[in-house]
């Protein structure tokens, strides 16, 4: 017989998180452990919150589909019982887990793939162009930074931290905050400054085209599961993939393999989240682009054993399990 049980942690952030639109002190993550003959499977999720999902619909979900999880449904079964979701992502890589653990092979290796670690951007918040700078300066070891932006000064922002760091690749992260005027407006600009790709500019409904920016528009909230994917609009030349909005390692591997066929450059990356979170999605690491699994470095403490970070490069985690 299996046993779940469902925990929710607050977890504090070393400063704040600031985006286009909102402000974050704390973190909560729901953790789902699935308990069978002696061993433990875990999964950390958050909720997809621009899609309405709250920790408590999160509870709420699991709870229905916790009669076929103690009874013994497996990762294929899950995905037919809830659609792509933070709730589904904790309860997919708890399978996951359990199954290595099962069966002594590594979850990279059940997956078909590899890991051996990687290198992560790393997020500077929403801030007057001073601070965004200060900020740059003081990740010195970072060799890639994801600016958080929104229609305020925009072009400022990115300059100062671009004259700090004349080194860095440079990614910018809008969170739906522009018009299509905005883009084209800003993108040239942001061009010149040498960023390398700007993450959801628009609200998912707004159209565009490529033309609208000389740099590739990567899909955040407009691409979550493979549906999404079906229906992407052209204008998209990448694809940011979390497991919270895919609903688990299952689909992410499914929406990674898509992408590629669809020739579409791919971003791994994360809600805010432990070591917990970051380790099944970094087993696709090696597919991306760019790699945005920083969640552990926000944190003011992240679980006991975690991720080891030598500035941008990360072990994988945990070893025997994972990876």
Not at 112 to 122: D, E, M, P, R, V
Request: hydrophobic share 45%.
């Amino acid at each position: 017989m299996r046993r779940l049980s469902v925990t929710v942690d607050t977890l504090p952030l070393a400063a704040p998180f600031v985006i286009a639109g909102a402000t974050y002190l704390t973190t909560e993550v729901l953790v789902a452990d699935i308990e069978e003959a002696g061993l433990v499977g875990r999964g950390e999720a958050c909720p997809v919150e621009y899609k309405g999902e709250t920790l408590f619909s999160m509870q709420e979900a699991i709870e229905g589909v916790r009669p076929a999880l103690e009874a013994g449904v497996g990762r294929d079964g899950l995905q037919s019982l809830l659609g792509p979701c933070g709730a589904r992502n904790a309860l997919d890589c708890a399978l996951w887990e359990l199954e290595a653990k099962r069966t002594g092979a590594t979850v990279a290796a059940l997956a078909a793939l590899k890991n051996t670690g990687f290198q992560t951007l790393t997020t500077i918040s929403l801030g007057p162009p001073d601070d965004m700078a200060a900020a740059a300066r003081a990740l010195d070891r970072f060799q890639g930074l994801k600016l958080k932006l929104s229609n305020a000064h925009p072009v400022d922002c990115v300059a100062a931290v671009r004259n700090e760091r004349p080194d860095a690749r440079l990614v910018v992260d809008v969170n739906r905050g522009w018009s299509r005027a905005e883009l084209r407006l800003y993108a040239p600009e942001l061009a010149r400054l040498g960023v390398e790709l700007i993450e959801q500019p628009l609200p998912v409904d707004v159209p565009f085209e490529a033309a609208d920016s000389p740099i590739p528009i990567c899909a955040d909230e407009a691409c979550g599961g493979l549906a999404d994917l079906a229906e992407l609009a052209t204008g998209y030349s990448a694809v940011c993939v979390k497991l919270d909005k895919t609903g688990g390692l299952t689909e992410a591997i499914a929406v990674v393999q898509a992408a590629r066929e669809r020739r579409l450059r791919i971003m791994i990356s994360n809600m805010l989240g432990t070591s917990l979170a970051m380790a099944p999605a970094s087993l696709l690491a090696g597919f991306a682009d760019w790699v945005d699994l920083d969640g552990p470095l926000l944190l003011r403490q992240d679980r006991i054993p975690g991720i080891r970070f030598t500035g941008d490069r990360a072990a994988p985690y945990p070893p025997g399990v994972w990876a």
